[in-house]
C-alpha cells in the first residue's frame, strides 16, 4: 500500500476546495477539527509503520486524508504546518529494493488508457494482506522487512522464520542473492470479496505477527504471495517460471496475460465473484518489463497500476442521531448521515444496533463513523473514525419508560412505540390486514380516529374518509378488511396483542383459562421457564391488556 506517500502527495499537490465543499466553521471550531483529525491519521500512521497493522481500510484512510486536504484549503490559517507524522520507530531496516506502492485506477475508462499507453500487460489479484521484502543470500533466508515506508521498514525476520508458508532456504541452484517482494494474507477457504468483503484479513494477520508466541497452528494460517522480484528476469513470463523453480508456484497460478480491457475486466470480475484463497481489494495491472530493482522508488511507478474494488467501507458524516423505539420497547438509535456512496448505493442512515452500544460509542453529530455493508445490501456501523472538536449535547428516551407493557396510547413520547403496535398486528405475524401499512396507521391515529390499539374495528367508511389521503374508494376496501379481521383466529388475535412467546403452553386456548393461570402455573407448563412465566403473567394480568380482551369479547371475536 502507498498510503503514506499518498497523504504526502495530497498534502502537497492537491487542489484548492470548492467553497460548497467548506464546512461553516468559526476560527476556533476550524483549527479544532483540522487538529482532532490530523492526530487520528497520525495515530494510523504510527500502528501501520510499528506495528504493520491497519486500524482502518486503505479506502476510509484515503478518504479522511482527502478531507484533512479540503479543510486545509478551506482553512489554511488553521491548518496544522505539516503532513501527520509518518516516521516509524528507531531501529528500521533499509529495504534493498524500495517498496513502491501502486496509483490507482478509477474506473474503465482509466484501466483503457493505462492499457492503451502500456500495450499487452499483466493482472493479479491484488492480495489483502501485509507487505514485506524478504532477503535470501545464498539460499538462505537473511532478513524479512516490514513494508514501513517503502524505504524502510521493522525487522521481521524472526517472525517470518515461524512461518512455514516463508521457505527458510531456496532450492540448490538459486541465485546467490534473491530479493522478493510479497504479501503475507491469511489464508480463507472459498473466500468471495463480493459476498464477504475483506473480514479484517490484514488486520488478524497484522496481530498474529505482533504476538511474541505464535502458535504452530495459526502460523500455518499464514500464506504468501509473492508478487515482486524487482531484479529477476526481464520477462513476465521468465519470471513465473523463475519464481516456480524457486518454490513460488502459486504468483504463476494467480497472473493472467492481458490483452486488452475487456481481459481485465473479465478477470477482476471473476476474483470479486468467484472463490479465492485469500481476500483482496481488487486487481494489479503489470507491464510486462519493468526497470531494474536498483531504479525503483518508493511511490507508484508508471509501470503498474491497482484497480480497486467497489468499496465496501466508507468514512460518513453523522448530521443526526434519532432513536426509534419498537413495539416492544426496544430503542434502537438511528445515525442520519451525509449521504455516501458505498459499493453503488447511496447510504443515509445506519443503525447503532442498541441503546448501550450507541452510548458506548458515545456518537454525536459532527462525528465521522466508518460504514460498510454487511451481505449484500445492508449499512453496518463499525465504529468511529474519529471525533469533531465541538460534539452537541444528545438525549436519549428514558430506558425505563418503554417495554413490552408501556405505550398502548399514542400519548406524548408514546407515538413511536404506539405505531410500532398497530403495524405489528396489521402484519403477517398476527392479522395479516393487507393495505394497512404505516402511512395509513400514521393517517387514522393523526385525524384523532384512533387512540388505543381497537379503535379501528368500529370506524365506518364516512369516519375513515375523515383521514388524510382516504377516499371513497380506499375507505371502502379498509372497512372491508377491518370487518374480515373479526374473523381471524384467537391465536391471531394474541399474536396482535403481542402475547409473549408460550401462551399456547398447556391445553387451554381460550383468554379466560389463560388470564386465570398464576405465575407458578406457567412455571410449571413445558417449556416455560422463570422468565417466560413472569412475562406470561404480567401480560394477561396487565390492566390495559384485560380492557382490551374485553372488547373483543364485546366484538365477537372467537376465544375471548
Known sequence: ??????????????????????????????????DALHARLEAWNTAYRRDGRSPVSDAVYDQAVER????????????????????????????????????????????????ARHGPAWIQPKVDGVAVTLVYERGRLTRAISRGDGR?????????????????????GAPARVVLQGELYRRLDGHVQAERGGVG??????????????????????????????????????????????????????TRPVEGPATA????????????????????????????????????????????????????????????????????????????????????????????RWARLDIRPGDRVVIALAGATIPRLDGVAWRAAERPAVSPPDPAAYHDLSCWHPTPGCEQQFLARLAWLAGPEALDLPGLGAGTWRALVEAGLVGGLLDWLALSP??????????????????????????????AWLEALGAPPGWDAGESAEWTALAGRSEDEWRALAGVGPVRAEALHGF??????????????????DGF
Not at 524502510?152 to 540448490?172: F, M, N
Not at 394477561?540 to 371475536?557: C, K, M, Q, S, W
Open 462 to 491: 364516512d369516519a375513515l374518509r375523515r383521514a388524510e389521503g382516504i377516499g371513497e374508494l380506499r375507505s371502502a376496501r379498509l372497512s372491508a378488511v377491518f370487518t374480515a379481521a373479526r374473523r381471524r383466529s384467537f391465536a
Open 1 to 34: 500500500m502507498a498510503r503514506l506517500l499518498l497523504l504526502v502527495c495530497v498534502w502537497l499537490l492537491a487542489a484548492p476546495a470548492s467553497a460548497d465543499d467548506c464546512p461553516d466553521w468559526s476560527s476556533a471550531r476550524a483549527g479544532g477539527e483540522l
Open 540 to 557: 394477561f394480568a396487565d390492566p390495559e391488556v384485560t380492557r382490551l380482551a374485553r372488547r373483543l369479547a364485546a366484538a365477537g371475536i
Open 201 to 254: 484479513a490484514r488486520s488478524t494477520v497484522a496481530g498474529w505477527l505482533a504476538r511474541e508466541r505464535l502458535d504452530a497452528s495459526l502460523a500455518g494460517e499464514v500464506g504468501l504471495f509473492v508478487w515482486g522480484w524487482p531484479d529477476g528476469p526481464a520477462s513476465m513470463p521468465d519470471r513465473l517460471a523463475g519464481l516456480a523453480t524457486l518454490g513460488f508456484a502459486d504468483t504463476a497460478r494467480w
Open 152 to 172: 524502510s521498514g521493522q525487522d521481521w525476520t524472526a517472525r517470518a522464520r515461524r512461518l512455514p508458508a516463508v521457505p527458510g532456504r531456496l532450492p540448490a
Open 68 to 115: 484533512l486536504d479540503t479543510w486545509r484549503h478551506c482553512f489554511p490559517a488553521q491548518a496544522p504546518a505539516s503532513p501527520p507524522a509518518t516516521t516509524g520507530p528507531a531501529g528500521e531496516q533499509a529495504h534493498p529494493v524500495a517498496q513502491t506502492g501502486l496509483a490507482k485506477l478509477a474506473d474503465r475508462d482509466a484501466v483503457r488508457a493505462w492499457l
Open 265 to 356: 475486466d473479465r478477470w477482476r470480475e471473476a476474483w470479486y465473484r468467484g472463490p479465492l484463497p485469500f481476500a483482496t481489494d481488487g486487481v494489479v495491472l503489470k507491464r510486462g518489463r519493468r526497470p531494474p530493482g536498483r531504479d525503483w522508488r518508493p511511490e507508484p511507478p508508471d509501470w503498474a497500476a491497482a484497480w480497486k474494488y467497489p468499496s465496501r467501507e466508507a468514512l460518513a458524516a453523522v448530521r443526526g442521531v434519532d432513536f426509534r423505539i419498537g413495539r416492544t420497547g426496544r430503542i434502537t438509535p438511528l445515525l442520519q448521515l451525509r449521504p455516501v456512496d458505498l459499493d453503488g448505493r447511496t447510504i443515509r442512515r445506519v443503525s447503532a444496533g442498541s441503546l448501550e
